[in-house]
Structure formats: C-alpha cells, structure tokens
C-alpha cells in the first residue's frame, strides 16, 4: 500500500476542516474494511486519509421523538446487529445486518462506510430504500441535507455526496402502522458471500386484505442499489392474492440491469430477482402459504 | 508522509510504537514486534488467519491499519494462556485434535475465545454461524466445532 498523510479528525467541524483543507486528495476512513483493500489494489491513493474513529457525534442509535430511527455514521455493523432499539424498531434491519460477511467484518465496517463505498451487491441499501431512509450529510457552516437513499446512489461505486461533504447518519422513518419488514439475501455460494441478489420489502396488508403500503429495494441488480417502484405500483391499493402479486412480480424483470460475473448471469439473476421479489412479498403477507 | 506515535494494550502489557499510517496490524504484530503466532492467510479479510481481539471484539489484523488500535486493547493468541497453562480452548484443540497443518489454528482459538466470552453455551449451530469465517484448508471442521464445545464443556453425548 503507497503511503499517505494520516489525519485523525476528533469532531465533525475538524473532519469538514481537513477535508475543505486536503480537497480531492483526501478519503475519510471509517472501519477501513473497504478503503484499504483499495488502496491496497491501488484503486484509491489518497495522499490524505482522515481518521473518524475518534469523533463521538458520529456514533450511536436513537429512536426519534416520531418513532423512527437514527443510527450514527460510524455505528459498527455489528453494533446495529445487536442493537435493542433496532429490534424494537423493526427486527429485520438488525437480521439484515447480521447476514454482512463475517463477524470480523461486522465488528470493524460501519453503516456509514458501508453506504459510501456504493458497491451495488451490499446488504444494507436495499433494506434502507424499503424503509424509505435518508442519508443525513453534513458540510461545512453546519448545513445539512437530507438525501433520499434510493438516489444516494449514482453509479457502480458512486454516490451523490459532494467533495465537501460527509455524512453523519441514516435517518430511518417510523414504519406505517401495521407494516412488517423482511429482507432475503439470496446466498447459492457459501454464507459469507456477497448476495446473488437480494430483496428487501416493507408490506401493510390491512383487514380487507389489500396492500396498503410497499416498498422493495433491490441488491445486486445493476449498478446501484435499486427500487422496484413498477412492481410496487401494481400492488399498491390492490387486494393482494397469489396471482396478483406473482404477476406483478413479474415485472420486476425490467426493473433490473443485472451484471454478468461469476454469481450468475445476468439473465439468471433477472429471473432470481422476480423469484425472491415474489416470493417475500407472498411469505411477509402470508399469502398462499399457510400460516 | 506523517509517521505517528501510537500506544496501545497488547496482550495486558502497553506497548509504544513510531509508525507509518500505511503499517498493518497485522505485519506490525510480526515484523516489528515479534508475535508470530498471528498468521497472514488471504490478506484481504475472508479467511481468518489473521484474527484478533480489539477491546475484545474479533477483527481481521490485515485489515487494520495499526494507528487505529491506538489507545485500545489488542490481544493475540500468544496472550491467551499464563504462562505454561492454557485456557480451556487451547487444552481442548489439542486433546481433540482440533487442527491439523496449524496455519488456521491462531485464528480459530482467537474466534473461539470471542465465540465463549459472547455466549458461554453456545449450541452447534451457534459455533458454526460465529466461526464461518475461520476457513480451514485441511477442512477439519468436525474437530474444531468439537473442541469448541469440549472447551465450553458441552458433553455431545447428552445434548
């Protein structure tokens, strides 16, 4: 690995300062699981890299006075794994998170370095679209910007966050009333590997038994993080059987760009998609299926 | 570029170091201090060789650049035992034969010791979830997850 200037930041101010300071030539390093297995492959040569281990605003979770969630930048994947307030929350985000790699993995990534380094076969992306999270990104002066999660994500490895941000944390809404959360991550290789594809739904079914809430995110289906808005579209409003929603499922099929490599082809991953989109939306709902 | 003056907790004793901010963990622990026990495997965090307790969570040492364990504690395999005697998981890799070339085996008592002090009856489906990520080129899986249960003193013939 090239050598670099190593700046340890201890407040978000001091992080905004070196890096107005050291412009392009600067990363921010978090966990560090992800920034220096690139600089190690010569992909990023930072001639500065800012240390955020030591900044205390950017860890923790709370519950918001509203119900929902926010959870620190530098929040430890396994910290969130393990957190009673995720739980209590909704417990498929905390499950999802406990499906990333391994436990050594877990203990050093954070979710706020997780969603940086943009790569489109990720966990927690699809289950934050779902959950309709924002990204919560600072820049210097104390401005601050909410940027919604489904268009964080620019391109394979890209993200909308500009030179002169970071981000603090991943603001999480209450879930509607009544809805349920599920993510499958679809793993035909071995446990650690990263998702073949993966789906994540939140689904509220009411009385009647129509769909009155539903988002999907989608993992490892283009070259972002993806939202199946067509399929969510077909079943919004609609009393949701087994046909109806294995037809919208359907559609999801051209919702994706999936990549060829060495989990499939992309033709292969196009039908697992409308396979597991269908498949967890009928398995949360309880539809066709006995309980 | 910047060299930096970390101190940190390495196996119960402070240890002060001057090092580049491109420095592993890892190679740091071998090259620069002598504790060869930590093993380098893959280099790139998926097999375990490497494994190491940092404030006592399980990481990977060649994914850590060494200032960031500045002011915490490290703990390798060679500050497990006290002296001539072993803890529970070390006494049972061995008298269950739970490696075989011994490259992995560092990184699987290092897991392992994680593994007990989260959960101290751990069932076997619980090891095998907690030490997917400790590959074992010989494949002696069977004899690690028993020497794991030996060590938590879980008597298989009576689960």
Redesign the interface.
């Known amino acids: 690995?090239?050598?670099?200037?190593?700046?340890?930041a201890r407040s978000i101010d001091e992080a905004l300062a070196l890096l107005a300071e050291y412009g392009d030539e600067a990363e921010f390093?978090a966990g560090?699981?992800s920034l220096?297995?690139m600089?190690?492959q010569g992909l990023v040569q930072p001639g500065v890299?800012i240390?955020l281990?030591a900044v205390p605003e950017l860890r923790g979770i709370k519950r918001s006075a509203d119900g929902g969630l926010e959870v620190g930048a530098m929040t430890t994947h396994?910290v969130l794994e393990t957190s009673p307030e995720a739980f209590a929350f909704a417990a498929a985000l905390p499950k999802a998170l406990g499906v990333i790699?391994?436990?050594?993995?877990r203990?050093?990534a954070t979710l706020g370095g997780n969603l940086v380094h943009a790569d489109p076969a990720q966990d927690p992306p699809p289950v934050l679209i779902a959950l309709d999270a924002s990204v919560d990104v600072v820049s210097a002066g104390d401005a601050a910007r909410l940027i919604p999660m489904e268009s964080f994500f620019t391109d394979y490895f890209e993200t909308s966050l500009g030179d002169n941000e970071l981000v603090r944390s991943v603001k999480v809404p209450p879930m509607p009333a009544g809805s349920k959360l599920a993510y499958k991550k679809f793993l035909p290789r071995t446990?650690?590997d990263y998702a073949t594809v993966s789906v994540a739904v939140r689904l509220g079914i009411d009385d009647a038994g129509t769909c009155t809430d539903l988002r999907i995110g989608l993992g490892a289906l283009g070259v972002t993080p993806l939202r199946a808005k067509a399929v969510e579209s077909a079943l919004l409003g609609q009393r949701l059987t087994e046909s109806v929603v294995r037809d919208a499922a359907a559609l999801v099929r051209d919702e994706v760009d999936p990549l060829d490599d060495v989990r499939g082809s992309a033709k292969y991953k196009r039908e697992m998609a409308r396979v597991w989109t269908e498949r967890v939306i009928l398995q949360l709902g309880g539809i066709g299926v006995p309980a | 570029m910047s060299v930096h003056q970390i101190s940190f907790q390495l196996n119960g004793t402070a240890v002060e170091r001057t090092v580049g901010p491109e420095v592993l963990l890892v190679d740091l622990l071998r090259d620069d201090i002598g504790l060869t026990g930590t093993k380098i495997g893959c280099s790139i965090g998926v097999c375990g060789a490497c494994s190491i307790l940092v404030d006592g969570a399980l990481m990977s040492g060649c994914l850590l650049p060494a200032i960031m364990v500045d002011g915490r504690a490290v703990t390798t395999i060679e500050g497990l035992a006290d002296g001539e005697q072993l803890t529970p998981l070390q006494d049972a890799f061995i008298r269950k034969g739970g490696f075989q070339c011994g490259i992995c085996t560092s990184g699987q008592i290092i897991a392992a010791t994680a593994l007990l002090a989260s959960n101290a009856k751990p069932n076997r489906e619980e090891i095998k979830e907690w030490m997917m990520g400790n590959l074992c080129r010989c494949t002696g899986y069977y004899k690690i997850i028993d020497s794991i249960e030996d060590a938590a003193g879980i008597d298989r013939a009576n689960v």
């Open positions: 690995m090239r050598t670099f200037d190593y700046k340890p390093i560090g699981t220096v297995l600089m190690q890299v240390g281990g396994r790699a391994t436990i050594r993995v203990n050093q446990e650690d």
